[in-house]
Nanobody, 122 residues
Framework: QVQLVESGGGLVQAGDSLRLSCAASGRTFSNYAGGWFRQAPGKEREFVAAITRYSGRTYYADSVKGRFTISRDNAKNTVYLQMNNLKSGDTAVYYC???????????????WGQGTQVTVSS
């Protein structure tokens, strides 16, 4: 199995940018599609973005489209989430996931990281 560790979360102001990282170990991340989810207090976990193994296809939730960018560096075994123009509604715990199925739009996570907190003040 692949183990995932998120990092890069923190406290920022609305309009600021932040980059999250998801480092994989145990298996090479290139064997999996990668995705990001988030969960705000009192709300269900929701999909944010996903990226396929090699084709570079990506898919985003409407709420983050145009502001967030998912990317990967397989040489570093890492998937990233670049978050620009952050809003207070983006405040949540962000989770990284890996999937055996190589799909972006229909991403289903099989393995999960521990999460990293992102807090955006207005």
């Amino acid at each position: 199995q692949v183990q995932l560790v998120e990092s890069g979360g923190g406290l920022v102001q609305a309009g600021d940018s932040l980059r999250l990282s998801c480092a994989a170990s145990g298996r090479t991340f290139s064997n999996y599609a990668g995705g990001w989810f988030r969960q705000a207090p009192g709300k269900e976990r929701e999909f944010v973005a996903a990226i396929t193994r090699y084709s570079g296809r990506t898919y985003y939730a409407d709420s983050v489209k145009g502001r967030f960018t998912i990317s990967r560096d397989n040489a570093k075994n890492t998937v990233y989430l670049q978050m620009n123009n952050l809003k207070s509604g983006d405040t949540a715990v962000y989770y990284c996931a890996a999937a055996n199925r190589d799909s972006a739009r229909f991403f289903v996570g099989d393995y999960w990281g521990q999460g990293t907190q992102v807090t955006v003040s207005s």
